[in-house]
């Protein structure tokens, strides 16, 4: 469905518009242009995306950009067609409502006519300085009335988008419009997804780029059911760097083409690259079951960037039981620090008080307390106020909700052991997720056990193919397939017999008590301890 990106420089029409933007972003500020939710495009970026679509024959073509900005994305999609040998006609219609930005969108999209013009073809376009959600997706989703045209637009042959980035609060204007797609406290960008698709005609492509945070978790569990209704994916881009492709960004990017729905995809192709070099990016094509999971009723998309993450999820999915079914629970740590500062307390030995532990407790398999840090707390006050926010005393692992892309790992689990705890009372910032067992204690072999299976390569190269978003969610975990029971108090058996808790020993015993496969273990090993499995 999607065609191959086409491999040459970014064009004459994109390299204007490109220009335009290194003027603007002189007369603006980088704090201004963020609290917009504006992240321009770089040019490797717009050229690929550009390149994704087929650009079937037909006399014209009907492209939208809901979120245009300065006319990148647009004009990377017009210098396709200075290619082309046959005439082709262009209706553009784009969407902007910042009026600092109007000027240089009309003047980049003045050059694209002009330019297509010369080259036998014509173009027309239209720039509507109107909020495309609340102007358009109202009388797209809404019931059409004597006022309003629920197609007033028409139906369009493409959309490309780099939509806005902030997070929407379930109250605003904004929700209310797209309530029957997008439920919770998500990002505007879903909503941009949601009425474009809308927007498609039958086969209609759309190329966007968004956080990968629309691929998992409960916010966008409805909209991800909605769109895929409708869509079907055809192409995911990874970038293996965020920071070496979007600076200023702090979510993890990707690039999605799909289409309307229509005929589905069989495959999906998945390509990755490590920042703007997107020409030589590695690619491979997908059973679009492999990608998205409904198993769970989730639409979760997995998105395994090569032959090894395959390898690794089959693994990980050939496990018998999901996290609730061993009776296992995982929550969030109750204090919330600024709702809670007169129970916080400096003093680890202060009288009623009790460790008070947050990430900077949590190394891999040891909870360390106290840590004293200038500007965090080490205990707890403990009255008849604070109980609600106090967990009891017992055998629990404590996982760290929160991480860099950049870092080596993603999930980090310690062992809180009660009998190294006097105080019968702890508290757990929310920062940190909890795993206790439903009916009762988990024994010590069960903790050491799990601990081994979150701080293992394995399952931490399983949870980046599962989730992009650096935060740890409850939601996930319970997803997830475990071993049994038994099996992980084995690991844990094993790991606490150890001298220490080496890298290498933990993830041996880990590999050898689950039976892993010598090619998947060497790769999770990156072969340093081929001889020893």
Not at 152 to 179: C, H, Q, T
Not at 264 to 292: D, E, F, M, R
Not at 406 to 422: D, F, H, M, Q
Request: net charge neutral.
């Amino acid at each position: 469905m999607i065609a191959t990106p086409i491999a040459s420089a970014a064009g004459p029409l994109l390299g204007y518009s490109l220009d335009l933007q290194t003027k603007y972003e002189r007369l603006t500020s980088l704090n201004d242009r963020k609290k917009k939710g504006q992240f321009f495009s770089p040019a490797e970026v717009c050229h690929f995306m550009a390149g994704l679509f087929s650009l079937k024959q037909s006399a014209t073509f009907r492209l939208l950009d809901p979120g245009a900005g300065l006319g990148s994305l647009a004009a990377a999609v017009c210098d396709r067609f200075l290619h082309l040998r046959s005439s082709r006609h262009l209706e553009i219609h784009l969407f902007e409502n910042d009026p600092e930005v109007l000027p240089f969108l009309n003047k980049s999209m003045e050059h694209c006519s002009e330019t297509l013009s010369e080259h036998g073809h014509s173009m027309i376009y239209e720039i509507h300085a109107k909020d495309f959600i609340l102007d358009t997706a109202a009388t797209v989703f809404g019931a059409p009335s004597l006022f309003h045209d629920s197609y007033e637009l028409g139906e369009f042959d493409s959309v490309i988008m780099n939509p806005p980035y902030f997070k929407v609060n379930k109250a605003s204007p904004y929700a209310r419009v797209m309530e029957d797609v997008v439920h919770g406290q998500p990002n505007i960008y879903a909503f941009f997804l949601a009425a474009a698709a809308q927007m498609l005609r039958p086969d209609g492509e759309l190329v966007a780029i968004t956080p990968r945070s629309f691929c998992n978790g409960l916010y966008f569990r409805g909209f991800r059911h909605w769109f895929f209704e409708r869509m079907a994916l055809d192409h995911i881009h990874l970038f293996e760097s965020r920071t070496e492709t979007f600076r200023d960004v702090l979510q993890e990017s990707l690039i999605t083409a799909s289409h309307r729905l229509g005929k589905p995809s069989v495959s999906v192709t998945v390509s990755t690259s490590y920042g703007l070099n997107l020409q030589s990016s590695k690619s491979t094509a997908l059973p679009t079951t492999t990608l998205i999971d409904n198993s769970c009723g989730h639409a979760n998309i997995r998105i395994p960037a090569n032959a090894e993450d395959r390898a690794i999820a089959d693994v990980v999915e050939s496990w018998p039981h999901r996290f609730p079914e061993l009776g296992l629970r995982i929550s969030t740590g109750p204090v919330v620090m600024f709702r809670a500062l007169e129970f916080l307390m400096t003093e680890s030995n202060a009288e009623n008080s009790t460790p008070f532990l947050s990430v900077f407790n949590v190394k891999p398999f040891r909870t360390e307390w106290p840590i004293f840090h200038k500007k965090h707390p080490t205990a707890f006050k403990v009255c008849p106020e604070s109980q609600r926010l106090l967990l009891r005393t017992q055998n629990y692992v404590l996982l760290r909700r929160f991480s860099a892309k950049e870092e080596r790992r993603r999930l980090t689990a310690s062992c809180l052991v009660a009998s190294e705890i006097s105080q019968p009372f702890i508290a757990l910032e929310n920062h940190l997720n909890y795993i206790y067992h439903a009916e009762r204690e988990l024994t010590l072999d069960e903790v050491y056990g799990l601990a081994a299976l979150f701080n293992s390569a394995l399952l931490d190269r399983y949870f980046r193919i599962i989730s992009g978003n650096t935060q740890v969610n409850a939601t996930e975990i319970r997803s997830m397939k475990f071993p049994a029971i038994p099996v992980v108090a084995g690991i844990g058996g094993k790991v606490r017999a150890l001298a220490s808790f080496d890298v290498d020993a933990v993830e041996l015993i880990v590999l050898g008590e689950l039976g892993i496969n010598r090619d998947v273990s060497t790769h999770l090993l990156e072969g340093t301890l081929f001889s020893l499995i």
